[in-house]
């Protein structure tokens, strides 16, 4: 008989954390299925992991529902998904009062619209086969609301509380949910014109604070093999995701 073929499906793999998702994944997968908007960069990427893994390139707009009809489409045809990626995802910074409300729509789309059509795609065959791993991309600023980035921070939230509802729901099922929140990573994310027009600059952020994608994803696939849902990697974020949960607890007289 014919070893399972494992399959992962990484979105937003074109750049930053999700193109390292696909590195570090394809040590452990035969295909992965990429999705960007951008297929040079899908293309070069499948290029690079040759030998290593099968790079199936999807090309979609995850904020919009075309997009999301192509991705589902890829799941159902992909065969039960050992690990599902949610990564796509971009920072729209801007005072409220001020901001276009199309940018901010199109965070909650990408980070929260996204996640729950390819999470509610993939489940079934996870279900049945009894086992899988679901990374959905949070973030530190999941923790605590700022001035500027509360859309981004309030829909990255919504991914730490359905993730831990979604782990309650599926551990009698041998799936793993992982949030996991990064804090700052060099990555292409702050170089989008979303973030630098709020005049942004990556040396107003203290080298301290920074780290490399490589080693967030190692720390997130690290963790799957732990019992915690919500992933801090880091121990500079750790104490800031601690300094904003116990400014909460003195919020409630605790
Ligand atoms: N870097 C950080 O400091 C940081 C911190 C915390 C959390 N995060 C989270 O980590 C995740 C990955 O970000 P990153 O740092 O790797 O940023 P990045 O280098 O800018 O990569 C973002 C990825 O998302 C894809 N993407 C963006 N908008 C998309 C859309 N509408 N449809 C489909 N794909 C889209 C991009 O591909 P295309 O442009 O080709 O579509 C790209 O592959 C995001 O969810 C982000 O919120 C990042």
């Keep these: 008989m014919q070893p399972p073929v494992i399959t992962a499906l990484v979105t937003g793999a074109s750049a ?14 035969d295909v992965i299925v990429a999705t960007g908007r951008r297929e040079d960069r899908l293309s070069a990427l499948a290029a690079e992991l040759e030998g290593q893994a099968e790079i199936h390139p999807v090309v979609a707009d995850l904020a919009t529902n075309e997009g999301r009809s192509l991705v589902v489409a890829a799941v159902h045809q992909s065969g039960p998904l050992e690990y599902l990626v949610n990564n796509a995802g971009f920072g729209a910074a801007g005072i409220f009062a001020e901001t276009d409300l199309e940018s901010q729509q199109q965070q909650v789309d990408l980070h929260i619209t996204a996640t729950l059509a390819l999470t509610r795609a993939a489940l079934p065959a996870m279900i049945e086969r009894g086992r899988g791993f679901i990374i959905n991309l949070s973030s530190l600023a999941s923790f605590a609301g700022y001035p500027a980035g509360m859309v981004y921070g309030a829909s990255k939230a919504f991914l730490n509380i359905f993730s831990e509802g979604l782990q309650q729901e599926l551990s009698s099922h041998g799936i793993k949910v992982q949030s996991l929140c990064p804090g700052y990573t060099y990555s292409e994310f702050h170089d989008r014109e979303t973030i630098s027009r709020a005049g942004f600059s990556r040396e107003q952020v203290p080298p301290e604070a920074w780290m490399d994608a490589p080693e967030v994803v190692a720390l997130s ?11 801090v990697p880091g121990e500079h974020n750790i104490a800031v995701a601690r300094e904003s949960v116990r400014a909460l607890l003195r919020q409630l007289g605790a």
């Design 16 to 29: 930053g954390i999700g193109a390292e998702f696909c590195r570090q994944l394809a040590d452990r997968c």
């Design 221 to 231: 696939l690290e963790a799957l093999n732990g019992e915690q849902v919500v992933v």
